[in-house]
């Protein structure tokens, strides 16, 4: 009988295996796709020798995380590649907000009125980044604080919505690009705790970067998959699982999944009947003939750029998407160019180009022409550089992973209670109703990205229960 059957191999799930392999105990992992990966692939979704990622492309969170830094990823071929600028925000006139590996850089993006408001808000965090993101993406209850003043304090000015962090800046760029940071997760801006989503991303930005992996976000994935090997795991690929007896017999099951679909798979009938899924995304996936002629030089130099032409518009186009039930007419878009500094992902003189705007949750409709339009506002003549494109709406982005359920690539909104406590009201979010079945998907705490923090608690959870049996 095996220690851990691992169900779904994403980032969580993969992490959830190594950690477990890592304490010797015996892990497979099932996966229904043909490769690893979940969020974190890279296919050719448009010509040969174009490499695009499917979801996940930038990882300002990945390169942060506990979970990854604690393992030798490198050595099995993870390779972070950092642009010039991690994150740059071009406004109508041909300017540009940036979010630089510099502090002062960025403040000095502001304008001078807002440049000491900027400083004063993220000085205190900066040399305690490592450990208050620990702390921030270790809980619930799965470590104690090291730093609890500081979490505390960091605490006090996230927990409120980012409309009223707004209110510290006086001109429109530093809250058009605060704007933009916070709608990465599709929350309200002025949602609960929503000012931490931004301070998170404006901090990881200062401290560690806004990286790309070389090759693509299937780097991670395969990495992680060859060290759950080389400890002594194996990977079954492949390999749909519609109901626990499809199995092998083990003492703990572990699901990278929806909660839905767990709920499906284990027989726990509505147990996760109220969980709310989120806004969906419509993506595409560009071959371009050349670099994109972004009027604003700053974009030129940034592997991601988010549009968005002031603070009012970004969140119209959320509310749009989240409480309007339609899509916006000027979407947000977030935007990587991974080729600006990987050249491995496209042709020689080629780029690669990822964009996605955020529509209602299930929306079968085709945004391509108001994120084209959107893009020409701050990159003009940017159609004629387009080869072939890939789009990919809420019905397609769930068929390629099933934990994108509506185009929902959060598995879950964002928002409210369920920000912090997902998928249940409970202290307990990686444990179910069956005391060996657990969940350890973006569902979970600290919830989405390519971070592995999920996996990584809810790791500990098991072998706790584990070492009980």
């Known amino acids: 009988m095996l220690d851990a059957v691992v169900v779904g191999a994403g980032p969580n799930g993969l992490t959830a295996a190594v950690e477990l392999a890592r304490r010797g105990f015996s892990v497979a992992l099932f996966e229904a796709k043909g490769t690893v990966g979940g969020g974190a692939r890279t296919e050719e979704l448009t010509l040969p020798g174009f490499r695009h990622d499917p979801c996940s492309a930038a990882h300002p969170l990945a390169v ?39 502090v002062g850089e960025t403040a000095a993006s502001f304008g001078p009125r807002d440049a000491g408001a900027y400083r004063r808000l993220v000085t205190p965090f900066l040399h305690r980044w490592d450990t208050l993101v620990r702390d921030f993406m270790s809980l619930p209850l799965t470590a104690l604080p090291r730093d609890p003043v500081t979490l505390a304090r960091f605490g006090l000015v996230g927990l409120p919505p980012s409309t009223w962090l707004a209110r510290r800046f006086h001109d429109e760029r530093a809250r058009t690009l605060l704007a933009g940071l916070v709608a990465h997760v599709m929350a309200p801006l002025n949602g609960f705790a929503t000012s931490a989503i931004g301070l998170v991303f404006a901090l990881a930005a200062h401290t560690r970067g806004w990286p790309v992996a070389r090759g693509g976000s299937q780097a991670i994935s395969d990495a992680l998959a060859a060290h759950l090997r080389e400890l002594g795991g194996t990977v079954h690929t ?69 549009i968005g032409a002031d603070s009012a518009e970004i969140g119209a186009a959320l509310r749009a998407a989240s409480r309007e039930n339609r899509a916006p007419d000027a979407p947000f878009l977030i935007t990587v160019q991974p080729s600006v500094v990987d050249p491995t992902r496209a042709p020689e003189g080629k780029h690669v180009f990822w964009v996605y705007g955020h529509v209602p949750h299930g929306w079968t409709g085709d945004l391509t022409d108001a994120i084209e339009r959107q893009l020409e506002r701050f990159a003009p003549g940017f159609r004629d550089r387009v080869l072939a494109r890939a789009t990919a709406g809420p019905p397609e982005l769930a068929a390629r992973n099933a934990n994108y359920v509506g185009g929902d690539i959060a598995t879950g909104a964002v928002s409210g209670l369920q920000m912090l406590l997902r998928p249940k009201l409970s202290l307990y979010p990686y444990a179910t109703p069956h005391p060996a079945v657990f969940i350890c998907s973006q569902a979970t705490p600290p919830g989405p990205g390519v971070h592995g923090m999920p996996g990584h608690n809810a790791a500990k959870a098991v072998w706790r229960r584990l070492r009980q049996t």
Not at 81 to 88: F, G, K, N, S
Not at 268 to 291: C, E, Q, S
């Open 64 to 102: 942060s995380s506990p979970a990854f830094r604690g393992l030798p990823l490198e050595r099995h071929g993870l390779e972070w590649l950092h642009p010039e600028l991690p994150m740059a925000h071009p406004f109508l006139d041909g300017t540009a907000a940036v979010l630089s590996r510099s």
């Open 238 to 306: 492949d390999y749909e699982v519609k109901r626990l007896d499809d199995l092998p017999p083990a003492r703990a099951y572990v699901f990278d999944t929806s909660p839905t679909a767990l709920a499906r798979i284990a027989g726990f009938g509505d147990h996760y009947a109220r969980y709310r899924y989120g806004p969906g995304v419509f993506k595409i996936d560009y071959a371009l003939d050349g670099p994109v002629p972004w009027t604003a030089p700053e974009a030129r130099r940034a592997g991601t750029v988010q």
